[in-house]
């Protein structure tokens, strides 16, 4: 305080004791206080609490003021309880509570490595710790023991790093003994993408069978296909084949036999030695061959078993569309492994309401407009060198058709040729490269859901000149004629159709005859069965949408995009068949709408309308 300030409180002090003698002490001291909170200020030094730190390490190397002995095997280090308190809740637990420990100048930590014991008792005054490959599992165990967290979470992001094929089973397994949820996590998925190395490697041969079966039983195998399960469990049991036959059936049970061929599992597995007196392996190779010789039946032999893998089903193509209301040309793929769209190639032009499907792993793109232009021209994607290439054109210009592969030729059905709706189909055979007209369908029929089951062709509803349509023509390519079906309950054009069990699903559409001029779109599904010829209401999408894309992902039905009379949309749900449940999954980055959509086992094609 200035000298000048002091004065005057001096000075009123003085008045005050000379006017009343009896001033109490409790007023001077009002005074006085008022005058020290003028003069206080805050002090802070700079990294107090490193420098007092620094300070007890020093300490600590000295054993000066340490209050605590810890034994680890055949060393004793000296310590400071409360520096170990504020770093551990171990120690702060153990010397806090009234456990005998917390009087003991003495304590001895059983099992407890000494060298990574000493690291911890450093990083407590430091807070760093160094992380070898060769010591992080013990230091991470002995962190783990003494609930110092922030080093569990570096030695896991430290082994993260460290994975490889011929390690991860062995981190999987150190992560569970040590409950270390996210490096288990992140250990077995790495198991699961690099499965085709993993298990050449000797830490597989030497999991156990419960372990294993964690294995063969996870949908995220990385494999092109189930035999590289099979093979993958037969080379496990022979490595000690006295000791595992007794596991033999059990984890043959979750190799998906269904799926493979019937000549693979007459070859492999039925005659097998491994397997031959196994009754369950006899009960798992008699349902996956009934599988195959009833297909018919297939619906009501679904299983655990016959639910394919991500990574066998291939993917998802989301080919042109709608994009701020004009025509997209990029072709984007969609990964079940891992849920997530990437950009694949770009079509020539741009084309909206055009036709599309896989045939011998090439992309054919046919017909569509362009504007107001009409297209009767063909292109074919090569996946393996992402270029265009042109086919000979259709015989007529079609946009709104319907396209799918029937015996190995492909199908372009219906539509509009610009002037008016097209009665006629044709077809495309990959061997001669020519098109040719096929018998036509008993109605014209433009943005129609065409859709392959037991090798005939169904056409499903669509519009004509006068209505949208629910009726629906099957043709045999035998006979190459066409019959009508039973009708669908609604009419719907810009219908999505897939298949899926053995049944046709028509999903959306809209019928601008129900409200006048203005359209009502659809959230219905109904679900054809060829066997009765009937038509049944099942679970509804989760929006009104026409022109949505469908088609069978693995045993999902994917139905994508589309258009709600307000805006173009970037949903994307599944149905499953065996729950009649539908759920949403990972949303488009961008809008789709008029797009085209493929997948199969390497891809499989549907279209969207408008």
């Excluded at 153990?94 to 003991?104: A, D, G, I, V």
């Excluded at 037969?234 to 596991?247: A, C, F, P, V």
């Excluded at 509009?416 to 009665?423: A, E, S």
Aim: proline share 3%; net charge negative.
């Amino acid at each position: 305080m200035k000298s000048s300030e002091m004065s005057k409180v001096e000075e009123e002090v003085l008045t005050l004791l000379k006017k009343d003698a009896t001033t109490s002490e409790q007023s001077i001291s009002s005074l006085m206080s008022s005058a020290s909170t003028i003069q206080d200020e805050n002090f802070r030094v700079a990294k107090h609490a490193e420098i007092s730190l620094k300070c007890m390490e020093n300490y600590l190397h000295k054993q000066q003021l340490t209050d605590i002995v810890l034994i680890a095997g055949d060393k004793r280090f000296s310590a400071h309880r409360l520096v170990l308190s504020a770093s551990s809740e171990y120690f702060a637990a153990m010397f806090t509570s009234s456990l005998r420990e917390s009087n003991q100048n003495e304590i001895e930590l059983k099992k407890v490595d000494p060298d990574a014991l000493w690291a911890l008792i450093q990083y407590c005054y430091t807070g760093i710790i160094e992380l070898r490959e060769e010591s992080v599992e013990t230091l991470l165990a002995t962190a783990n023991l003494l609930q110092i967290d922030a080093v569990v979470k570096a030695c896991c992001q430290f082994l993260i790093k460290q994975l490889h094929p011929s390690n991860c089973l062995g981190i999987r397994m150190f992560a569970d003994t040590q409950s270390c949820g996210h490096l288990l996590n992140v250990a077995h998925n790495y198991a699961t993408v690099h499965f085709m190395e993993v298990m050449k490697n000797h830490e597989f041969f030497l999991l156990s069978a419960d372990d294993v079966a964690k294995l063969l039983e996870s949908d995220d195998l990385n494999i092109p296909d189930e035999e590289i399960v099979f093979q993958a469990l037969i080379s496990w049991l022979q490595y000690d084949l006295d000791n595992r036959r007794k596991d033999a059936g059990r984890l043959l049970g979750l190799v998906r036999l269904p799926l493979l061929s019937p000549i693979f599992i007459a070859d492999h597995i039925d005659e097998n030695e491994i397997f031959k007196n196994e009754r369950r392996a006899h009960e798992l190779v008699m349902e996956a061959l009934k599988y195959h010789l009833l297909p018919e039946r297939r619906p009501l032999l679904q299983s655990c078993r016959t639910r394919p893998r991500k990574a066998t089903v291939g993917q998802l193509l989301a080919v042109g569309g709608m994009d701020d209301h004009k025509g997209a040309t990029s072709i984007d793929a969609f990964s079940p492994c891992d849920n997530t769209w990437k950009n694949l190639a770009s079509m020539n032009g741009r084309r909206l309401q055009f036709g599309a499907a896989v045939v011998e792993s090439k992309l054919i793109i046919v017909g569509g407009r362009d504007g107001l232009k009409t297209l009767d021209s063909v292109e074919r994607l090569d996946f393996s060198t992402l270029k265009w290439s042109r086919l000979p054109p259709m015989n007529t210009h079609r946009h709104g058709l319907g396209v799918a592969i029937l015996g190995g030729p492909l199908y372009a059905v219906g539509g509009h040729d610009g002037w008016g709706f097209l009665q006629t189909a044709e077809r495309w055979d990959p061997n001669t490269q020519e098109w040719s007209l096929i018998a036509p369908m008993p109605q014209a029929r433009s943005t129609v859901g065409v859709a392959v089951l037991n090798d005939k062709l169904y056409a499903v509803g669509g519009r004509d000149t006068n209505s949208c349509l629910n009726t629906v023509d099957c043709y045999d390519p035998h006979t190459n004629k066409w019959t009508r079906c039973a009708p669908m309950f609604k009419r719907r054009g810009g219908v999505g159709v897939g298949v899926a069990n053995g049944c046709i699903y028509a999903l959306g559409g809209y019928d601008v005859a129900a409200k006048g001029s203005n359209a009502c779109r659809y959230d219905s599904v109904e679900r054809y069965d060829p066997k009765t010829d009937t038509w049944t209401m099942v679970a509804p999408m989760s929006v009104a949408r026409d022109a949505v894309g469908v088609c069978l992902l693995g045993d999902q039905l994917f139905a994508v995009g589309g258009y709600d009379g307000q805006q173009y949309l970037t949903l994307v749900e599944t149905y499953d068949p065996i729950l009649n449940e539908w759920h949403q999954v990972h949303t488009f980055s961008f809008i789709l709408f008029q797009a085209t959509l493929i997948s199969n086992y390497y891809y499989l094609a549907l279209n969207l309308f408008a």
